[in-house]
């Protein structure tokens, strides 16, 4: 429908502004058809069309001025007419805008738009950007006191109480940076237990101090991250900051900081109140934090970031191969690579994550190697399967399918007791320690659960607890796993897969197979908490995390060492959509077979699906012009298109944005249109797979129910042979129309799970390790010394001091040398500083060391700390790379032990490019890094050298 300019002002760019809160008809509000020529800004003296385009003084117009709320300029519209590209009005724009400043020495925003394609153009800051509708006059005044306020050439520090990490501080540099340059998005790719939640939080503390944004929002897609981001974010942060969660539509507006959920706004981003004005405008915030942004971007969701034009940063711990190109291409990674990663990989080696990859321990039952036989059987089971009902020489069942068709109770008891001969226990060594249990269902949690309780009930039921979602005591239970000592283990389905912090977790047992890398990756999150954030010593094994151990009962760890990828489940398209295809293709079919009148009733569904299209969906509402001409009658009498086709690009994809779509009716409908379309074909063979699953649906129907019992005849019939010997097509549409809105009702198909009461064993041990030993002699050697040393300490005089702390004399150390040197302890030999890593220890230290009286100082972690120190209290005067290219200088020299200036040009610093490391840093710089390294080498390596 191509709008004349005039009619696009009212039909469309009027009722948008209308929508915003802007009054179109006051004069105090919106100015229309101004003349910037000869209008005088400064006095409010708006001259319009009317007043000068009659006398000979030069005039230009622009079609809409927006006022402030002392009616001062803020911003203007320039209108094209519907078929025309709004970005056209560009220049023309710019001339208004430059008239108004040349008066005002303020610059005005800009607005491009044709009704239905909307630019707006902050000037000062970006290039134009499509938006999806006008901003609200507040938001409007807050972003031009913005503009005003901002100095992003400050250079601004890293607030270093909330994130002190070198790599953190890295992170949300880089962030900062990105957005300086003029980016709006940014994705950040942070591993499970690396403080990303931190990181968002000095984000958002930086852009505040450099005035950049005043209204934030923290939207995650989960109650409990939400709360964590509220609980441990904003109120530790920033307690005097005013804040406030967002239930409903109706919140305080007043606020600076917002949490938030994707579905909750997902349900009040389209609402309006009863001036037909929307309660969120577009402008509503300067700055989005999307938690999860993985799971939040695809669908209806995406809905809601792009309605609101904000700063838009995402937080994900998915680990950065597994994320999805889209995510990458939404959030303006188009190299595939995140604006900031920190890699699980990574922060292992710096010691903030804890490692698995050598404690991964396999088994498996009999049972789910070889599965269940009825020669498996014994006389009582087979007899008790014939009291159920069940033939005994029917089982017959591969081990995958264990606790989906048959479960077998000995294989969950199996599985406990290999857990619990195995697993890290706590400090006193008589409990596990803190443990997550996988299971594949409810009814397999309750198996495992009572195998617990049967084979060790000296716990008195405390040790293992089922934590499940349907339990309303689920969050309770949650509390007690994290600040209590009981229960030890959590049995969870799904609930604890993500988002639970207890860091002195040591176990994971996955019970279950898991085909979902991204999901994989989660729940091996559940066990990366370093020891640095563990509270509860007791609860660990020698009261410390050094590693989690997992135990992996269903080959996950082979799966995806055998299938690196996953299994490629390429996203499909919504139910909605799918039936949309099948009625195209049905309509084509009768089209071509010349039945008008199945063709009218078919062509009146499609139409009816296209008017039910939610018409405030942002993405509906882009597509408006597609939709009117779907709808127009001339589709169908216009030689230049296949209408079928056309209805199939531009209609299919948006019918994922249908509302209110009942799962259970959809899944029905979608089987009685491959029917149709069956019926049409002739296909004999779709027809008969089609008549099992509906007449299963059917027959789930509650004939108790008044809605359902009305419809008793037509369902008897269907459910009857007669009924489909002679199929046809008005007979589906019967199933359609009359039959599928009744599914809703539908009982919860529950297949019976048989469960067999036998005994189970693990057959089969897997351990997946990669140690880096010490050689066989210095291991030998360590155990030597440590025994003959204990020996000493019953006997030896100087041992016995050094173990009661008392003074010791250079003749006591003479004295200790020799008797040493005589019982063959080699305390000077390279064998010595190999195997207890203490080159520069006194004689003394190492004694103590093997008494366990003194641990040597890890070099590693005094190069940490050296170099975080420095980073932490100068980060202000480095950029992200600068801060890059110091964390490298520490790699190496933690590898090399010694760096020289002219090791700064060779590689693996070459990687930053000609202008590293001059003119990066000045010399200065560059000496009092390696004067760093220097230092630390004088200290700790000296000895080696």
Not at 35 to 59: G, R, W
Not at 100 to 109: A, P, S
Request: hydrophobic share 35%.
């Amino acid at each position: 429908m191509d709008l004349t300019e005039n009619q696009t002002r009212k039909l469309k760019i009027d009722v948008l502004l209308r929508e915003q809160g802007w009054d179109v008809d006051s004069r105090s509000h919106v100015v229309p058809e101004v003349d910037t020529k000869q209008s005088d800004f400064n006095a409010f003296d708006y001259k319009t069309v009317e007043e000068t385009l009659k006398n000979d003084l030069e005039s230009r117009y622009a079609d809409y001025l927006l006022l402030d709320s002392l009616r001062n300029p803020l911003a203007i519209i320039e209108a094209k007419r519907t078929s025309k590209d709004p970005n056209i009005g560009q220049k023309q724009a710019e001339q208004y805008a430059d008239d108004i400043k040349h008066q005002t020495g303020r610059d005005v925003f800009i607005f491009l738009t044709n009704g239905y394609e909307i630019s707006f153009w902050d000037r000062q800051l970006y290039p134009p950007r499509p938006v999806t509708g006008f901003y609200a006059r507040k938001d409007l005044e807050r972003l031009r006191f913005q503009n005003e306020q901002v100095q992003p050439d400050t250079p601004g520090g890293v607030n270093t109480d909330i994130v002190d990490r070198p790599k953190s501080i890295e992170n949300v540099k880089r962030i900062v940076e990105h957005i300086q340059k003029g980016h709006r998005k940014a994705l950040i790719v942070m591993a499970t237990g690396t403080g990303k939640t931190r990181v968002a939080m000095a984000i958002i503390d930086a852009l505040m101090q450099e005035n950049r944004a005043h209204r934030v929002l923290f939207l995650a897609d989960r109650k409990a991250l939400r709360d964590q981001a509220w609980n441990k974010g904003f109120q530790e942060f920033f307690p005097q900051e005013a804040k406030d969660k967002i239930l409903h539509g109706n919140f305080n507006k007043e606020k600076r900081l917002y949490v938030s959920t994707i579905q909750t706004f997902q349900e009040i981003y389209t609402q309006k109140d009863e001036n037909g004005q929307y309660l969120i405008s577009p402008g509503e915030f300067d700055l989005i934090i999307s938690d999860e942004a993985h799971r939040s971007i695809y669908n209806k969701w995406r809905d809601v970031f792009t309605y609101l034009d904000a700063i838009q940063i995402g937080l994900t711990a998915t680990p950065a191969d597994l994320v999805d190109r889209d995510t990458f291409r939404f959030f303006g990674c188009d190299d595939q690579a995140p604006t900031a990663l920190y890699s699980y990989e990574e922060a292992v080696k710096d010691g903030i994550l804890c490692d698995f990859r050598k404690n991964i321990m396999g088994a498996q039952t009999h049972f789910q190697i070889e599965g269940v036989k009825p020669s498996d059987l014994s006389e009582t089971e087979r007899n008790r399967l014939i009291e159920q009902g069940i033939d005994p020489d029917e089982i017959d069942f591969d081990g995958s399918v264990l606790e989906k068709k048959i479960a077998v109770k000995g294989t969950s008891e199996a599985i406990v007791r290999e857990f619990m001969d195995n697993c890290q226990m706590d400090e006193t060594g008589t409990l596990p320690a803190k443990t997550i249990f996988f299971a594949i269902s409810k009814k397999h949690a309750n198996r495992l659960h009572e195998a617990f309780n049967d084979l060790y009930p000296e716990y008195k039921g405390n040790l293992a607890r089922i934590i499940v979602s349907e339990d309303s005591r689920a969050q309770d239970l949650i509390k007690d796993f994290e600040k209590e000592s009981f229960p030890r283990v959590a049995i969870s389905v799904d609930m604890l897969d993500t988002g639970i912090d207890v860091p002195e977790v040591c176990n994971l047992v996955f019970a279950k197979p898991v085909f979902s890398k991204i999901k994989f990756w989660q729940m091996l999150g559940r066990g990366t908490r370093a020891d640095a954030a563990c509270k509860h010593r007791d609860w660990l094994p020698d009261g410390k995390k050094e590693y989690f151990k997992v135990f992996d009962f269903w080959n996950n760890f082979d799966y995806w060492n055998m299938n690196p990828e996953g299994v490629k489940n390429e996203p499909i398209e919504a139910i909605t959509s799918r039936i949309f295809l099948l009625r195209l293709k049905q309509l084509d079919r009768l089209i071509q077979a010349g039945d008008e009148e199945g063709a009218a009733v078919i062509r009146a569904k499609i139409e009816d699906d296209i008017r039910a299209l939610p018409q405030d969906s942002v993405s509906v509402r882009e597509h408006e012009q597609e939709i009117a001409k779907a709808l127009s009658p001339k589709l169908w009498d216009n030689i230049a298109i296949d209408p079928v086709e056309y209805l199939t690009s531009h209609m299919m994809p948006l019918m994922r944005y249908q509302t209110g779509v009942n799962l259970k009716e959809a899944s029905f409908t979608i089987k009685t249109e491959r029917l149709a379309l069956a019926v049409l074909e002739g296909n004999d063979k779709e027809i008969e797979r089609q008549k099992k699953a509906i007449a299963e649906m059917v027959d789930l129907l509650p004939r108790n129910l008044e809605k359902v019992r009305q419809k008793e005849e037509q369902l008897d019939d269907v459910l009857s042979y007669s009924f489909w010997k002679g199929i046809s097509f008005e007979d589906t549409r019967m199933l359609v129309s009359d039959i599928a809105p009744l599914m809703k009702y539908m009982s919860k198909e529950t297949p019976q799970t048989i469960v067999i009461d036998m005994g189970d064993v693990i057959e089969e041990r897997t351990k997946w390790e990669v140690n880096e030993e010490a050689p066989p002699y210095v291991t030998a050697f360590v155990k030597k010394v440590e025994e003959r040393i204990r020996e000493m300490a019953t006997e030896d005089p100087v041992i016995k001091k050094i173990a009661n702390d008392e003074a010791i004399t250079e003749t006591d150390l003479s004295r200790l040398e020799e008797t040493l040197t005589d019982a063959g302890v080699d305390i000077t030999g390279e064998t010595l500083q190999k195997g207890y890593r203490q080159p520069r220890g006194t004689l003394v230290d190492f004694i103590k060391s093997v008494l366990g009286l003194y641990q040597a100082p890890d070099p590693k972690e005094q190069i940490e700390e050296a170099f975080q120190t420095f980073m932490v209290e100068n980060n202000k005067h480095y950029t992200a790379d600068q801060l890059h290219f110091i964390r490298t200088i520490q790699t190496v020299f933690m590898r090399k032990k010694h760096i020289d200036m002219k090791d700064l040009w060779d590689a693996p610093f070459t990687n930053f490019g000609i202008n590293a490391p001059l003119p990066m840093f000045d010399e200065g710089d560059l000496r009092a890094f390696i004067g760093i390294c220097q230092g630390l080498e004088q200290e700790l390596f000296v000895a080696e050298a």
